[in-house]
T-cell receptor, first 112, second 124 residues
């Protein structure tokens, strides 16, 4: 299985400040078609996970443009340009290149 | 707007079979990949498997010997069966719809709609 490793585990952020979450995979997620099969999900408190970013950098429907994703191969980053209170929760990266799909252990974003 | 709702027994005895159902409302069950994911304190989010058709079903290798999934299009429901349950199967179980994208290739899907989850505890 592909192992996904996220950092940091916890991320306290002041509202209005940027935030960045790193995700590394144990093998390349770049496929021959040029796509990196890496998705990001956010699990808000008391809720189920929701899709944020797919194929590394595509925002899902309704996701604010303050969220962006980048990376290639084994290194990926989720950035929030200006954190808002509603962004609190646990962020997970997930690889979609191989079965079984595997998730990172999560990064808990909290407001300072 | 498509909504998913998991239903299950809540408490299951060790060695028994866990049966869960995901009811789909507001949309068709056909043409999508239907996934089960579970979340436990010890293992985080774990993808269990997905069903597209009977011939196109994939399971997590660690669960493959105990799991089966099916879809009932007449009821717009998606089901999970997990046999020989142990305490390690205690988790919140989610169903999620897998939707193909325009640009990800023929086999890539995003899990764009999730149910609220159902908590399953394994205890005698």
């Amino acid at each position: 299985d592909i192992v996904m490793t996220q950092s940091p585990p916890s991320l306290p952020v002041t509202p209005g400040e940027p935030a960045s979450i790193s995700c590394r995979s144990s093998q390349s997620l770049l496929y021959s078609n040029g796509h990196n099969y890496l998705d990001w999900y956010l699990q808000k408190p008391g809720q189920s996970p929701q899709l944020l970013i797919y194929l590394t950098s595509n925002r899902a429907s309704g996701v604010p443009d303050r969220f962006s994703g980048s990376g290639s191969g084994t290194d990926f980053t989720l950035r929030i340009s200006k954190v808002e209170a509603e962004d609190v929760g646990v962020y997970y990266c997930m690889q979609a290149l191989q079965t079984p799909r595997t998730f990172g252990q999560g990064t808990k974003l909290e407001i300072k | 707007q498509v909504q998913l709702q998991e239903s299950g027994p809540g408490l299951v005895k060790p060695s028994e079979t866990l049966s869960l159902t995901c009811s789909v409302s507001g949309g068709s069950i056909s043409g999508y990949y239907w996934n089960w994911i579970r979340q436990s304190a010890g293992k985080g989010l774990e993808w269990i498997g997905r069903f597209y058709t009977t011939a196109n079903t994939r399971y997590h290798p660690s669960l493959e010997s105990r799991v089966s999934m099916s879809v009932d299009t007449s009821q717009n429901q998606f089901s999970l069966s997990l046999r020989s349950i142990t305490a390690a199967d205690t988790a919140v179980y989610y169903c999620a719809r897998g939707r193909l994208t325009e640009n990800g290739g023929p086999y890539y899907y995003v899990m764009d709609v999730w149910g609220p989850g159902t908590a399953i505890s394994v205890s005698s």
